[in-house]
């Protein structure tokens, strides 16, 4: 059997020692014994899961949706971009209210997110952002998905293709303006449309392009590529070839200069109501749609002194008490919020305490009234006065809005409020 002890250095205010062959879960219930646990079970006795989860507010998607109608021209249409899990907030049922909503198109990443969508119900056309890697060519048909190309050989694949079924399928053609990531370089635009054979069982039915500098407003590199694409569109025209979608704004160049619109937009942060960059707040208004929420499961007092977390990087200062929540980072809370965080708690902040767990984190709630196991703990979205935004996250581990949506790990459910 493993040692147990103890060494207790002047009564019940001092740190416990223990030396259990390194086991947690034997300091924790040493604690619980000495000094006391406020409640030991959720309060809900019916609940049958985790209380961890992401609500999304499907009335707010719905506003975020005619604000972004409200700022671009009347004949421009939306192409909502609900790649990645519609940005972690759940690509099926994001999907079905935009198509309830009217938009035109939708945009993921890959072709599999098309399918996912097919297989959900979703009927409205389907535009595969990052283009083909390959044997997806199939898909493509059986799920009338719309590829974006940028590479001669995928679209003769798909010229072979189609007239080997006898089918049709749609074509989104990309030039690269200027982001130097995906598309044709608009220096080899002239010999790429000159080297394509064209059928006509393969519509080309767009172009687009991609901004770079928008989120940091940068309006001369911004007016380039605008001159770049309409140069690359007239260029397709010498050709022969026009276009029913011309389109290059995402959410950031919708703001600011909605006059780059195209005829479809292609905004994806702002439609769950988060902005491109903080600059943007003051150009449109939106809704945040999601609430990361989850209860305290275990609440506990401990005497100052006391080490919490791995590494025993926060020592309490005085009497605390601590609350352990069921989030960690493997459900997208990151680790760099360790000791810096903050959470809602009966509508006030309360700080993280000591390292982020894997399926855990620690918050000190000595300071506010009343509060017991169970209580509903907001970690982004509003409770009551107070409000912990998505930017204000994002900030604390130095990255963006679009990342802690899309950390949101898969046994978080989303629960969707109509
Ligand atoms: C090609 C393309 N268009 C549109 C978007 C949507 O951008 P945002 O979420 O900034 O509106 C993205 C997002 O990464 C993208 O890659």
Redesign the pocket.
């Known amino acids: 059997m493993s040692r147990l002890s103890l060494n207790f250095q002047s009564g019940f205010e001092s740190p416990i020692l223990i030396d259990f062959k390194g086991s947690r879960c034997y300091e924790l219930f040493v604690l619980l014994t000495i000094h006391g646990v406020r409640e030991s079970m959720m309060k809900d006795s019916t609940a049958t899961r985790r209380p961890t989860v992401a609500e999304v507010d499907l009335r707010a998607l719905s506003f975020n949706y005619r604000q972004i109608q409200k700022r671009i021209s009347k004949r421009a249409k939306i192409l909502a ?1 609900v ?1 990645a899990n519609a ?1 972690g907030h759940g690509a099926v049922p994001i999907s079905l209210e935009l198509e309830k909503l009217g938009v035109e198109y939708l ?1 993921v ?1 890959i072709s599999e997110e098309g399918v996912e969508l097919r297989k959900g119900g979703v009927k409205t056309p389907i535009l595969i ?1 990052g283009g083909l890697y390959g044997n997806e060519i199939d898909q493509v048909f059986r799920y009338r998905l719309t590829p974006v190309v940028f590479q001669k050989d995928s679209f003769h694949l798909l010229i072979e293709e189609a007239e080997r079924r006898r089918e049709k399928v749609k074509i989104h053609f990309k030039v690269d303006t200027g982001m130097g990531r ?1 598309g044709i370089p608009t220096n080899l635009w002239p010999s790429f449309l000159k080297e394509i054979r064209q059928s006509p069982r393969v519509e080309i039915e767009g172009i ?1 392009s ?1 901004f770079a500098m928008t ?1 940091e407003g940068g309006t001369t590199y911004t007016q380039h590529q605008w001159n770049e694409f309409q140069k690359a569109i007239a260029i397709a025209r010498e050709f022969g070839i026009s276009f029913k979608y011309l389109h290059m704004a ?3 160049p ?1 703001a600011t200069f909605p006059f780059y619109s195209g005829d479809l937009v ?6 769950y109501g988060s902005y ?1 960059s903080p600059m943007y707040q003051n150009f449109i208004q939106l809704r945040p749609i999601m609430t990361l929420k989850t209860r305290i499961h275990f609440l506990k007092s401990v005497p100052p002194g006391t080490k919490i977390s791995y590494g025993g990087t926060f020592l309490t200062k005085r009497e605390s008490l601590i609350a352990t929540l069921p989030i960690g980072y493997a459900d997208g809370y990151n680790r760099l919020l360790s000791n810096q965080g903050e959470v809602l708690v009966r509508g006030v902040r309360a700080p993280v305490v000591g390292r982020v767990c894997m399926d855990f984190v620690m918050v000190d709630v000595t300071h506010i009234p009343k509060v017991t196991t169970g209580d509903e703990v907001v970690l982004i979205g509003r409770q009551g006065r107070e409000r912990i935004s998505v930017e204000e996250v994002a900030e604390k581990i130095g990255s963006i809005s ?1 990342e802690v949506f899309c950390s949101i790990g898969e046994r978080v459910p989303r629960l969707y409020k109509e």
Do not use: E
Not at 266 to 271: C, E, K, N
């Open positions: 971009v790649k940005y945009g990443a952002l995906l687009l991609h989120d995402s959410s950031a919708l292609r905004p994806g942060i702002m439609l491109p679009y």
